[in-house]
């Protein structure tokens, strides 16, 4: 059974950091394009970063350089550093899995063909 599950999530005080996990089990993600996607209260869910097979990597403008997105494909994992955290990270944190032409979508912040979606940790960043 293909699943990835999150962890890592918490809360944390606005300037402070996290790192969120994403493990694979079911199949080996070495070849898919992986991404973070988050979706606040009353919000559409939107796109974080994702990063390619290849290690390339890109951002959404929010989080750029603040956020890094990393992979370790011999621990089949994915990774999330979130540095100066701000009350507008607040959110359900996903991430996925899709085919290696996701991330060469311009759509990728939609989600567009992303196809496995872990559950979700929560980040509540407070003032």
């Known amino acids: 059974q293909v699943r990835l599950a999150e962890s890592g999530g918490g809360s944390v005080q606005a300037g402070g950091s996290l790192r969120l996990s994403c493990a694979a089990s079911?199949?080996?993600?070495?070849?898919?394009?992986m991404g973070w996607f988050r979706q606040a209260p009353g919000k559409e869910r939107e796109g974080v970063a994702i990063?390619?097979?290849?290690?390339?990597?890109a951002y959404a403008d929010s989080v750029k350089g603040r956020f890094t997105i990393s992979r370790d494909n011999a621990k089949n994992s994915l990774y999330l550093q979130m540095n100066s955290l701000k009350l507008e990270d607040t959110a359900m944190y996903y991430c996925?899995?899709?085919?290696?032409?996701?991330?060469?979508?311009?759509?990728?912040?939609?989600?567009?063909?992303?196809?496995?979606w872990g559950q979700g940790t929560q980040v509540t960043v407070s003032s």
């Open positions: 996925a899995a899709g085919p290696h032409s996701a991330c060469y979508s311009n759509s990728w912040v939609a989600g567009a063909r992303f196809d496995i």
């Open positions: 079911g199949y080996t993600l070495s070849s898919y394009c």
């Open positions: 990063i390619a097979s290849t290690q390339g990597t």
